[in-house]
């Protein structure tokens, strides 16, 4: 009897801590909705090594002609050249291949395995481009765990695939035909990781909410989102050509707690300097820096820059991409200088727009459910069935 005890003890030890740490592997993505969208998941790589686990084609593109067939490959090296491209020991006399898989096998590019197919392309500047082809469902199961922890409540997790699935959509009919991919896989379209990334909560979040996206007039929102607000989401208006009521902006309670609603940053004005010249701005010598007036979130409109030159005026978005927005959180900051350094204070982190993933965090941990979160976050907007939107 004792034996029996400490046996269902063990089982059950195990069924709790199984799930933390394990990808979820045998939990697919679901098939109920299709929508194919293209991931460029490597840009102007000079090479990179390909594995495939299970059965394979490789054709050549764009005529998809049988170049090879197997089963398993393992750390081929592939390399862009004046002919083609080198894959491993043979030059192929093509400018790019597409690798198809059965649905139990996987490609893994780099060390990170993917879903779908695979296109690996050779550019003109002699780089490598590789897309990623598969269908929403999996690419959202491959996002989820890079935007959002998979352990915060499922009720964040599902309002977070939702807006994520409806950002991808807006993204590939946004780019259409005449684009090779829709979405990058870093932080300027969506952070994804291919099917190492998936993890069984963040699965299960994507399963419950299969297809379902946010709507506005009957339109495919732009569904933009960032980490902190810092106490006011933004107007899209103030950044993109988006001027609609669900990006309006407004004051946010939720994110108070949140570990990024303020933070702090000394630069030294050399490194700011190097930074800037890197991106494009002309700057010699900094003597002060100025901010203007702010708008209704508290975010500065413009950075002025006085240096030796003169002074050099930078919209304060595009300031902050420059300076790196890990490094520069947000718009929202007051900047002094002090002993040859730039010293920032401000509040949230990401552009402000849409929802914000600490203040669906707490709104989740105070009892509110995902489609209230996305009301609060995009107010007008509608969920709707992809199906019954994009047809």
């Not at 199984?18 to 460029?40: E, G």
């Not at 490789?58 to 393992?74: F, M, S, T």
Request: hydrophobic share 40%; net charge positive; glycine share 8%.
């Amino acid at each position: 009897m004792a034996k029996r005890i400490i046996y269902l003890a063990c089982l059950a030890l195990i069924f709790f801590l199984y799930p933390k740490d394990v990808p979820a592997i045998t939990s697919r993505p679901t098939k109920s909705v299709s929508y194919p969208v293209r991931i460029a998941v490597l840009i102007d790589a000079p090479e990179l090594n390909l594995k495939i686990r299970g059965s394979y084609h490789i054709y050549a593109l764009p005529v998809l002609k049988l170049l090879e067939e197997g089963v398993g490959l393992n750390n081929v090296i592939i390399k862009p050249a004046y002919s083609g491209l080198l894959m491993g020991s043979e030059s192929l006399k093509i400018y790019g291949v597409k690798i198809k898989t059965d649905e139990v096998a996987d490609i893994s590019i780099d060390g990170r395995r993917f879903r779908g197919e695979i296109d690996i392309i050779r550019t003109e500047n002699l780089k490598l481009l590789v897309i990623n082809h598969l269908d929403i469902e999996a690419y959202i199961s491959g996002v989820l765990y890079h935007e959002v922890s998979h352990w915060w409540p499922m009720e964040t997790l599902k309002a977070q695939a939702i807006a994520a699935r409806t950002f991808a959509i807006y993204k590939s009919l946004e780019s259409g035909k005449n684009k090779d991919y829709d979405l990058t896989s870093d932080i300027y379209s969506q952070v994804y990781g291919g099917r190492t990334s998936e993890k069984f909560r963040t699965n299960k979040a994507v399963e419950e909410t299969a297809g379902k996206i946010l709507v506005y007039k009957q339109e495919v929102l732009p569904a933009y989102f960032h980490a902190t607000c810092g106490g006011y989401t933004e107007d899209a208006s103030l950044l993109w050509n988006t001027n609609i009521t669900p990006l309006k902006g407004r004051p946010c309670e939720y994110c108070k707690k949140s570990p990024h609603f303020n933070w702090s940053q000394k630069i030294p004005l050399s490194s700011m300097e190097e930074q800037l010249n890197k991106n494009g701005y002309k700057i010699k010598d900094i003597i002060d820096i100025k901010t203007s007036s702010k708008d209704a979130s508290g975010r500065i409109e413009m950075v002025s820059i006085i240096d030796s030159l003169g002074v050099e005026k930078i919209p304060a978005n595009k300031f902050r991409l420059a300076m790196d927005p890990n490094v520069v959180r947000s718009t929202n900051f007051t900047v002094t200088i002090k002993d040859g350094a730039a010293i920032f204070n401000g509040y949230g982190w990401g552009h402000g727009v849409g929802m914000c993933q600490w203040g669906a965090y707490f709104m989740a941990r105070s009892g509110l459910k995902a489609e209230d979160i996305l009301r609060f976050y995009y107010p007008g907007s509608e969920i709707a069935d992809l199906k019954d939107i994009v047809k």
